[in-house]
């Protein structure tokens, strides 16, 4: 369930539901195959798309130094949504394509919404689960404020800051509540390190008070991000809608993977709730440069991610009869798998 996504209309055209224009950043590694797997299951669903395939990710890089122009991102402006398949290759050091490309749409397309659900049964448990992570997308150490001063000698000095503002945190947190008030348990647990982050998690802990005054009828709880790391293995049933901050979200949500069967299922929203833009959807499994053209890539979690863009552009009927035919975990090839997912999906 995405907040709002009711909300959401379609453009009419000579009486006909005009397509819904998908740019479609397949990316590296197994990005582009699993992609294509989610694009053909949208199609099943009967849902008019029109897609635009953008050459972006590390090997584009590679071939010609482009990361994401200025005039490549106001094209995808005009998109109503991104699907991503992963970005990132081995040949190419670690930051460039994650804060040229990754974090220069978040920030640019104001993404400040990561979401991701997670349903699934853990290790040692009998009962499924099923909570919410909402993370923050767009502030923390992800901003990039510090730096090296006397580098490569005895004397280094690396910072890395936290950028926390009232109104990024503050506008995730409400968010986390308004998704909460629609869900059947309604309830919001904090999570982040207020005994330690006194500066950063003081505003966290303010804001998230302020904010759940304005909704009685959502409970509320806090945990220090080492202790829900416990409790996502331990106790996950606990949890309904998590609330954290950029860098905490991030290890979570991985975590959150690891106990719901596997990272490969792992679906995820980069959300822009205002919709000035358009807001990004992406599996979050990584690029898997060790097992492109093989056919072991799961397309799953690209799968569900796409149904989360269907919710969001406000195709809620067809996002549910993908989720539902995903739960009947068809086994395969990629191909294979995509094919059973899409047929199910259109009833044959």
């Not at 005009?18 to 197994?30: P, S």
């Not at 991000?225 to 950029?246: G, K, L, M, Q, S």
């Not at 993908?322 to 068809?330: F, L, V």
Request: glycine share 10%; aromatic share 6%; net charge negative.
């Amino acid at each position: 369930m995405l907040r709002h996504a009711e909300k959401a209309t379609c453009a009419f055209y000579d009486g006909l539901p005009m397509a819904h224009r998908i740019a479609l950043i397949g990316g590296d590694g197994i990005g582009p195959e699993v992609t294509a797997e989610a694009v053909k299951v949208v199609r099943a669903t009967g849902v008019a798309i029109e897609t635009t395939d953008f050459d972006l990710g590390g090997m584009r890089y590679l071939r010609d130094g482009e990361i994401l122009s200025d005039d490549v991102l106001n094209q995808l402006r005009n998109y109503d949504a991104i699907l991503l398949g992963a970005v990132g290759t081995p040949d190419v050091p670690p930051g460039i394509i994650e804060r040229g490309l990754l974090l220069k749409m978040r920030f640019d397309l104001d993404l400040y919404v990561n979401q991701r659900p997670f349903a699934g049964t853990a290790p040692g448990h009998v009962t499924p689960h099923d909570f919410v992570v909402i993370r923050e997308n767009t502030e923390g150490p992800y901003v990039g404020e510090g730096g090296v001063l006397r580098r490569g000698t005895p004397h280094e000095i690396a910072t890395q800051g936290s950028v926390n503002t009232r109104h990024g945190v503050e506008r995730c947190i409400r968010y986390a509540f308004e998704l909460a008030a629609q869900r059947e348990r309604k309830h919001v647990t904090l999570v982040h390190k207020t005994n330690v982050l006194t500066f950063a998690g003081d505003l966290w802990q303010r804001a998230f008070n302020h904010v759940a005054a304005e909704f009685p009828q959502v409970g509320t709880a806090y945990n220090h991000v080492d202790a829900a790391c416990i409790y996502f293995v331990e106790d996950p049933h606990r949890y309904d809608v998590i609330v954290t901050d950029n860098l905490f979200g991030d290890i979570l949500t991985d975590l959150g993977g690891a106990v719901s069967g596997g990272i490969g299922l792992a679906s995820s929203a980069n959300l822009n709730p205002s919709r000035t833009g358009p807001s990004m959807f992406e599996p979050s499994h990584g690029s898997a440069p060790d097992i492109v053209g093989t056919g072991k890539a799961n397309p799953t979690a690209a799968i569900l991610s796409a149904a989360l863009m269907l919710e969001f552009l406000g195709e809620n009927e067809a996002a549910t009869r993908i989720r539902t035919a995903c739960d009947t975990a068809p086994t395969g090839s990629t191909t294979e798998i995509g094919n059973a997912i899409a047929a199910l999906v259109a009833g044959k």
